[in-house]
């Protein structure tokens, strides 16, 4: 089964952007002494440019470029005016591929950053499952992630390695809410669920029924819908199964239930099947 995206193709554009904001470029392209004192020991004017738009992009945002497509210009031309050069040299830096992984080794060396390690990306999850277990809203938690590396002092990694990491978060909350909602169930619970899935003939399964709305107000809808409610009642759930689990989980989890067929559920692990049964 291919997996679920994570992180829309809008949001994935987005995510790393420098946005059109003077305060921020502003604050992003600000060099010091030291900083100019290493940007001087570069010889080419073009390197000098290269190499500072570099750093202002891993000090300020936490990534650098893509090497298919320019900077922004609000950050060469204001790079370009400090060091008194020429915005339009990045081409000439550009072309230049083993100059830049060179000055990007010296950069993290000097910004003392680490690169985004499996190892770190362990650590990151970690950081990440508390957030996941209250939503799984991609963009949410890919913002959370950055802020995470770049207080970390972590390069950045591609859109893509941020969306399988994601996609990893998201896998193990979606288990830990299962496991959650499921924990309390006994053999007997199980049964009586299952058993909500089962249709003979051409009759709708319990569960169709459960989930028919109740209709106009009148003695028969009226009574069908105490019915119902009975039924559930017989199934003997423990009390506050699902207390443990945050309301955001809950109302999709609950709302994704609603939309599928008992053939769609028992599709389903059991562990998946019973906690959006129980809800």
């Known amino acids: 089964m291919p997996r679920r995206q994570i992180l829309s193709s809008e949001e994935q554009e987005r995510l790393l952007v420098i946005p059109d904001d003077e305060i921020i470029l502003t604050r992003m392209c ?8 290493l940007i001087n020991k570069h010889r080419r004017p073009a390197n000098r440019l290269g190499f500072a738009v570099l750093l202002c992009y ?25 060091l008194k ?16 992984w060179e000055h990007l080794t010296e950069l993290y060396r000097y910004l003392e950053l680490s690169p985004f390690s499996r190892s770190m990306q362990k650590d990151c999850i970690r950081h990440l499952h508390p957030y996941a277990m209250r939503t799984d809203k991609g963009f ?10 770049h207080n970390n002092n972590v390069i950045f990694p591609s859109v893509e ?4 990491t994601l996609a990893e978060v998201v896998t193990l909350a979606n288990r830990s809410v299962f496991s959650t909602l499921t924990a309390q169930l006994e053999k007997q619970h199980k049964s009586a669920l299952d058993s909500l899935l089962i249709s003979e003939g051409e009759q ?9 709305p109740p209709g106009k107000i009148n003695g028969k809808n009226v009574l069908q819908h105490i019915d119902r409610l009975n039924s559930i009642a017989a199934l003997g759930l423990p009390d506050g199964i699902a207390l443990s689990v945050h309301q955001n989980r809950l109302l999709k989890l609950a ?13 389903f692990t059991d562990v998946r099947r019973y906690a959006t049964l129980v809800l």
């Open 30 to 37: 600000f060099l010091n002494e030291p900083d100019i004192a």
């Open 58 to 82: 891993l000090r300020g945002p936490g990534f650098i470029p893509d090497k298919s497509s320019a900077p922004h210009n609000g950050v060469v031309s204001r790079v370009a005016s400090r």
């Open 85 to 100: 050069l020429q915005p339009d040299l990045w081409p000439e830096y550009a072309s230049r591929e083993q100059t830049r």
């Open 140 to 149: 949410m938690l890919a913002e959370e992630m950055l802020s995470w590396l």
């Open 161 to 164: 390695v941020i969306e399988r």
């Open 204 to 212: 709708p399964s319990r569960l169709a029924w459960l989930l028919q």
């Open 255 to 267: 709302r994704e239930g609603r939309k599928m067929s008992s053939r769609d559920l028992a599709k």
